[in-house]
């Protein structure tokens, strides 16, 4: 026997397999327990199949340690609904096999039979849990119990075909017909009245395409979603990644190129390489002091009520991508009430050991490209990462206390417009717009540096992080939870339905997490104010303002604030990215201060300055938003 991996779905394999009858299905009783065991090798690696002797019952394929008979492969080919099929050859010894796999997706889930197996299946005690190793175990079987019952309801679709206009059949069944008609006598009128039909046959299609366009334009409205269906195929153009370069070779294959991404974002998701010893030193003994009196287990958690799981359920997008464990949003959302009791447990549990669990925190990510980027360069991808949904529940119902803490406490600095109720982009940018307004109006020139935070998200200092939760007086359940939740996470990147190898994430706060967000604007939480100056923060968007009537001052006040900046960047790891922070001083007159520094670095001033998505000009006319590109 011989083998071979990488053919694609299709291919015409000559062997010597003997089979009674040609052009037959290669059809024998599932064994399932046998091919759910092969399925995934068979996925990847496409057998060619030679019999080396002539007792079928030698055949087999060799994987290794482990010999797959050719009855069996049969199996398993068939519990994959794929296809062996045999076709007839001169040599009577010989014949070509062709194997084609199925199409994933093509499937439609029974929702009433997907509830009756999941109410029969085994699930362990929820109360039996006395440990996180008990937790991993039991969402394991939890998880299990939900994908096998998504398997067994599953039932495959079968694709229809194309519908073809009743008087474009009726044409092209006479233009083939005067077509054979012309070639088997040879006589060329028949030849001009095909040629003429063909004609006809093109223009009747323009003519129903139109139609079925200017009908489907004319029916689509904005209310049931219809609109954004026919727009989004103009709006978005689906762009494959090209090959990307690598130091050595080049990533051509889906897989080489997922495994380039995860390289680059693994280098990524490290610590800048920036040092200040005396506050190393004070956020490693404060976190390991808490870490080593900190409970095993809380005793006071306030329980969670299924209703609140199952109202939260119902509000998610049913067309979200699932995460690495593959449950759907519409999964969750047809489970049966006693499994949202058993997950509102295994959050309870969550919150009572401080442990979050490795399958939870484990992310798909799909890279982005960025703007005006290289896209054969992996330096120029954004991380989106897919985190489980179960996942994000969790997160939810742990947010909503940490929330509850912040308000109370009034831990947030006012200057934070970002993830915060009742507040968006659009309100900072008015608070900053009746700065510089103001100024006008009593004759004051506004001086404004945009700051751009290098990798601010993906290069979260986490123990720092820890450290100022601890600081924050934050309920001692939720610091333990968090430093579970940010230590020994992993990602793989995805490409088309290819996957890279798992990579380790040593900073940062996941970008698509519930928690994300929220815990780097308490990162950042103290960065320093001054009086003469105005900050304004959106996440990781921050601006620095200052208005007086003599330009010389403005550049004074903002060089302090960003003197006082620079010690408190050095402090906590982050770094600035001196080439994309902008300065704009808003005048009437076209005088312009000296350049103000930062890390050394003179920042020029420009004549207009982008923030939160609005072009700011140094007169505030909002020209730039009418040119025309």
């Not at 989106?384 to 969790?394: D, E, R, V």
Request: net charge positive; hydrophobic share 35%.
């Amino acid at each position: 026997m011989h083998t071979e991996s990488g053919l694609p779905s299709g291919t015409d394999i000559p062997g010597r397999s003997k089979c009674d009858n040609c052009k037959r299905k290669w059809k024998t009783e599932v064994n399932y327990a046998f091919a759910v065991n092969e399925m995934q090798s068979l996925k990847t690696r496409i057998a060619i199949m030679q019999a080396s002797s002539e007792n079928p019952a030698e055949d087999y394929l060799d994987y290794g340690a482990h010999r797959l008979e050719i009855q069996n492969l049969a199996r398993t080919m068939e519990t994959m609904k794929g296809e062996l099929e045999s076709f007839p050859n001169c040599n009577e010894e010989s014949c070509v096999v062709r194997h084609s796999l199925a199409s994933e997706g093509s499937t439609k889930i029974n929702w009433n039979k997907f509830r009756n197996h999941l109410a029969n299946c085994n699930i362990p005690n929820p109360n039996e849990i006395k440990s996180p190793a008990d937790i991993d175990s039991f969402v394991e079987c939890y998880e299990n119990a939900i994908i096998e019952a998504k398997i067994a309801a599953s039932n495959p679709i079968r694709s229809n075909q194309t519908y073809i206009d009743p008087r474009l059949r009726k044409l092209n069944n006479e233009r083939n017909f005067a077509r054979r008609m012309s070639q088997k006598y040879r006589i060329p009128a028949l030849k001009s009245i095909a040629n003429k039909l063909n004609k006809e046959i093109k223009k009747l299609n323009t003519k129903i395409e139109n139609e079925n366009y200017i009908n489907k334009l004319i029916n689509v409205n904005t209310e049931d979603g219809t609109f954004w269906n026919f727009v989004r195929p103009f709006k978005k153009k689906f762009k494959s990644i090209p090959a990307l370069k690598r130091p050595a070779n080049i990533a051509q294959t889906d897989t080489e190129k997922a495994n380039c991404l995860a390289d680059s974002l693994e280098k990524q998701f490290q610590l800048n390489d920036v040092h200040h010893v005396e506050t190393e030193h004070l956020v490693n003994s404060t976190v390991k002091e808490f870490l080593n009196n900190v409970p095993f287990n809380f005793n006071n958690i306030k329980p969670i009520d299924p209703t609140d799981i199952v109202n939260y359920t119902k509000k998610l997008n049913k067309k979200k991508a699932p995460g690495i464990d593959g449950i759907s949003n519409k999964n969750i959302q047809n489970l049966p009430m006693h499994y949202f009791s058993l997950l509102a447990k295994i959050i309870e549990s969550i919150m009572t050991f401080g442990y979050f669990l490795t399958r939870w925190k484990t992310a798909t990510v799909i890279p982005i490209l960025k703007p005006g980027k290289d896209p054969t360069v992996p330096d120029s991808y954004r991380p989106i990462s897919l985190l489980p949904t179960f996942s994000k529940i969790a997160q939810h119902f742990i947010l909503i206390r940490l929330n509850e803490h912040l308000e109370v406490n009034n831990v947030l600095i006012p200057e934070q417009f970002g993830f915060r109720k009742n507040l968006s982009t659009t309100h900072q940018l008015l608070r900053v717009t009746e700065y510089i307004a103001e100024g006008f109006s009593n004759k004051q020139k506004t001086g404004a540096v945009f700051l751009d935070i290098q990798k601010a998200f993906d290069r979260v200092w986490q123990d720092a992080l820890i450290y100022k939760l601890i600081n924050y007086n934050t309920p001692n359940y939720l610091i333990k939870i968090f430093t579970s939740y940010l230590h020994n996470r992993k990602f793989a990147v995805r490409v088309n339905k290819e996957l890279s190898n798992f990579k380790n994430i040593n900073a940062g706060v996941a970008q698509g997490s519930k928690c994300g967000p929220i815990l780097f604007a308490l990162f950042i939480n103290d960065i320093p104010k001054q009086f003469n100056t105005l900050l304004s923060i959106f996440a990781d968007d921050t601006a620095i303002l200052a208005r007086n009537k003599n330009h010389n001052y403005i550049r004074i006040a903002l060089n302090r604030h960003l003197k006082t900046l620079e010690e408190w960047f050095l402090k906590w790891k982050i770094q600035i990215n001196a080439s994309k922070t902008e300065a704009i001083l808003f005048a009437n007159s076209k005088v312009n201060p000296p350049p103000i520094l930062i890390n050394n670095v003179t920042i020029p001033w420009s004549q207009e300055c982008k923030y939160l998505g609005v072009y700011l000009d140094r007169r505030m006319t909002w020209k730039p938003h009418f040119y025309l590109y």
